[in-house]
């Protein structure tokens, strides 16, 4: 099962995914997407980790992350990936040009999980256009991947100020 | 009966418009308000193009949108304007002064169309304050815009990520 | 009892705050936590002005919002915030070292509010990450006061084109 949990910055999407995980009982693995660049980065990446449960083993996959979830696509764990706009931007900086590709094959490899899967994204489209080219592309390409795991996802919820609303699917 | 359709950018709102009407049956016009000032913006302009169905009729309205949808007001046609905010970002570029009428004058066209009519709206008052003064006046002016045109519709929808969230009126 | 309207700029979220105060009948304090610092804003300040009742009692907080609301703790009134987010940029601005404490401070005040109170606020975080540092710090600042607020409202709204949408709570 796919679940997209969707939210702006600081919409408390990741504690509410998290306050799931945690709900489900089940074995978790964590997939992060991020990578400490510098100071400010780091203290959001500390501030997440010290909120999540000791015992969810951690994976870090900042751009192999359709190889990642591929080699767990039959495991017994709840995989949590957070975040998918993080991954985007980071294929972005790294090299533009194969970004359709690569997303491309992490879509192929969701729609073939056959586990637990719950991303969280960024929704990143609702203010005004960016001036600088960089931002309006990585726009594009995030609302375009959120629409693409929307489609195949079973469930899709949209957290505002901590409150999930629930966008596709039942509460499941 | 008017429909209005908001989201964000690459929110997936122009196909969800499109594919009501598609489902609807109707013979379709279909209101283009984009120019094509640059080399990305035609590229947006033709990625639209292609999606939508070849017998659709098809009219440029960049700026007369209020005189468009007049002479079509006793139309058979099922009417799809996309998108408002590129309307009011025409005008505001070709002569902000003018703006205030252009808008009373298109609310008070609306008001009285008796063929159906579906409207495509950007939201865009949900980031930072831009630093920009005219960003700031068309931030303003949209939401305005959403606001008043909501207010007369008989229906309104919000998309995020494909996913439509009815925020006025049923599902009809 | 804690409401919070929540929206965008321009959604309406105001307006819509105002005409729930209005049907309730009751006798409304409106604490308004806006500063002129310029003509642009002295105008939108004087627009919200001449929308609102000339009986609501005016009290201007745009800094000890936690006291004004302590004092006011068992009144008879219903109080109306405008806006959350406006007083936490004055903070900002004035002494970003001391903005925790103060937030604080205004959640200890609102959990033991024994009156009605309604407190709008804006959701800023559904954009680009902005490049001016402070703005990232108030996007952050404002996103989590927002959650801290919703978890002990009994009602939370969001408005989107002046149209509202319960994430918390019921219709009251």
Redesign the interface.
């Known amino acids: 099962m796919i679940e997209?949990v969707?939210?702006?910055?600081?919409?408390?999407k990741s504690a509410y995914a998290e306050s799931l995980l945690k709900r489900s009982g089940s074995n978790v693995v964590y997939i992060a997407t991020a990578q400490a660049f510098d100071q400010?980065m780091s203290e959001r990446i500390l501030h997440h980790q010290l909120q999540r449960p000791a015992e969810w083993q951690l994976i870090e996959s900042p751009l192999v992350l359709a190889e990642t979830l591929d080699s767990l696509s039959n495991s017994e764990h709840y995989l949590l990936v957070d975040c998918l706009t993080l991954w985007l931007s980071n294929h972005l900086l790294a090299d533009e040009s194969s970004l359709a590709a690569e997303i491309d094959r992490l879509l192929a490899v969701l729609a073939r999980m056959s586990c637990r899967v719950l991303l969280v994204s960024n929704?990143?489209?609702?203010?005004?256009?960016?001036?600088?080219r960089l931002?309006?592309r990585?726009?594009?390409e995030?609302?375009?991947l959120?629409?693409r795991?929307?489609?195949i996802a079973d469930k899709?919820t949209?957290v505002?100020?901590?409150?999930p609303?629930v966008?596709?699917g039942q509460n499941l």
């Open positions: 997209l969707l939210g702006g910055a600081r919409s408390g400010e929704e990143v489209g609702m203010g005004i256009v960016p001036e600088n931002a309006r990585f726009r594009d995030a609302g375009w959120n629409q795991v929307a489609q899709v949209l505002t100020a901590g409150m609303l966008l596709k």
